[in-house]
């Protein structure tokens, strides 16, 4: 009499990384799925008796939790190349608002195919989409649409401005982008979040776009929103180190200070960058175990700073990694991984500070906690989405450490199955769901029409001269 175990998907054959509570690594091992839940983990010698629907042989890949990117803008990758070399806040008064200007609603929604497309192809099975051009009702839910058409889960963080306000009025900002009262904002993210309520594959979120720059009275609504709908909330905060100093000219105090008093941290808010916190505010933020977006390829090419990830973790806070739209360029969550450590490592000057493991760990079961999704580990009960990346190649011979494989190895070209809920949103490096070479096709042409409208134009000079380099003869 056989006790065979019956499932519907099993990977077998590779490293299984499930990084669960005690970190285990399985090597070969297995997972067992049915439906939309892992039901058994282990070594490959303990499913030999299981009988699958379909059977995955991962000999040569790895197996980790899917990854999340914690902050992202998909619509900017249309722009994807242009703004180089700009400072943050020019940045978005030349650049990000004009382009929000023009973006209409068939741009956004062929941007976040093609900016979830990509998140397919590097593993990334959870996004949060901070989405704030155009942000109709038509608009946002058709983001929703496309983030879930290619079979990602997650939220759309629905971007509000809100009234203007003095600091944006002061330092240009005050553009077409607060188009929609902080009345109008609220009203149409509720009636958002009652066409996607929490359940959906892709939830509603309600974001005010800058806490620095956007009423705090829109700050408090859209928590209070978010309590009252059960969703997480979201928003930008201190990712330039202008932004504490311009709040506590404009309100007398430090802007986590203020979130702190009036009891908005905690319970499903998360920040996007929070690289110039003070001592105070990491205590605040860590005491509440608020989510935090560490985008180490944005600080970078933005030149913004480097976040306290130390002190952060330390206090408590739950740090996730970010892709940060379009100032990343590449969708990459390995590139993001590799960063978020060398980052630490050379502000430091030491090595220690941080590490493959601790990178693994915000990609997957830290994003995922900041995110409220059950996957992030792989273990019986949980979401099975999944990452199924391959070692082979000359890039992972020889293979000693998988960890240092995954973080610092390995690209999106390794990426074999994506898997959400149990189902494979990508196989043999394609997306299943969606027909990519249209996706493509249609962003191309939609982001060349785009660069005229905006009057970008002059930002596709091929070759950009610098006086401070080009001598004669050089
Ligand atoms: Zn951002």
């Known amino acids: ?63 980790l939790p899917g990854f999340v990117d914690t902050h ?15 400072e943050l806040w020019p940045w978005l008064s030349e650049f990000i608002w004009p382009f929000a200007d023009a973006i209409q609603r068939e741009d956004a929604v062929v941007g976040a195919k093609l900016g979830a497309i990509e998140a397919a192809h590097s593993g990334v099975t959870a996004v949060l989409d901070h989405h704030y051009a155009p942000t109709d009702i038509a608009t946002t839910l058709g983001v929703a649409g496309a983030i879930e058409e290619v079979g990602l889960r997650g939220a759309v963080a629905r971007g509000m401005m809100g009234n203007v306000t003095d600091i944006a009025r002061r330092h240009n900002l005050a553009g077409e982008i607060f188009r929609y009262s902080t009345d109008q904002e609220l009203a149409m993210t509720r009636e958002c979040i ?39 909330w979201h928003t930008h905060c ?4 202008t932004d504490p100093i311009y709040y506590l000219d404009e309100y007398g105090v430090r802007p986590v200070n203020w979130l702190h008093r009036e009891g908005l941290l905690g319970e499903g808010a998360t920040l996007a960058h929070g690289i110039f916190f ?44 970010g ?33 493959g493991e601790e990178a693994i760990e915000m990609a997957t079961r830290e994003g995922a906690s900041y995110l409220g ?79 005229k409208l905006a009057g970008f134009e002059s930002l596709l000079e091929p070759w950009r001269m610098d006086p401070r380099t080009q001598h004669a003869g050089r």
Request: with cysteine; glycine share 10%; charged share 20%.
């Open 1 to 63: 009499m056989s006790d065979s175990k019956i499932c519907d998907l099993l990977l077998t054959g590779g490293t299984v990384v499930t990084v669960d509570e005690q970190r285990r690594i399985f090597n070969p091992g297995a997972v067992a799925v049915t439906d939309d839940r892992i039901v058994a983990v282990g070594g490959a010698d303990d499913f030999l008796d299981w009988e699958a629907t379909r059977t995955i042989d991962t000999t040569g890949m790895v197996v």
């Open 72 to 86: 992202q803008h998909l619509f900017q990758y249309l722009m994807r190349g242009l703004g180089e070399g700009m």
């Open 194 to 232: 009652e066409a996607r309520p929490v359940g959906s594959h892709v939830g509603i979120w309600p974001a005010p776009v800058n806490v620095i720059y956007v009423e705090q009275d829109l700050m408090r609504r859209s928590v209070e929103l978010a309590h009252e709908a059960g969703t997480g």
């Open 238 to 241: 201190s990712e330039a180190k």
């Open 278 to 321: 003070d001592d105070s505010e990491i205590e605040q933020v860590g005491d509440s175990r608020t989510g935090i977006a560490y985008c180490p390829i944005s600080h970078q090419y933005i030149g913004l700073g480097v976040m306290r990830l130390r002190d952060l973790r330390g206090a408590g806070a739950t740090v996730g990694l």
């Open 323 to 355: 892709l940060d739209g379009g100032s990343g360029h590449r969708l990459d969550m390995f590139s993001c991984m590799k960063q978020a450590v060398l980052l630490q490592r050379v502000h430091a000057q030491e090595t220690t500070v941080s590490n």
């Open 373 to 451: 999704v059950e996957a992030g580990f792989l273990a019986p009960g949980r979401l099975a989405d999944m990452a199924v990346v391959r070692l082979s190649g000359v890039h992972h011979t020889p293979m000693h450490r998988v960890v240092a494989a995954v973080v610092y190895s390995a690209s999106p070209a390794d990426v074999a199955y994506t898997i959400v809920g149990g189902r494979i949103i990508l196989e043999d490096g394609e997306c299943t769901l969606i027909d990519e070479e249209a996706v493509f096709a249609e962003a191309n042409e939609r982001s060349n029409q785009l660069v």
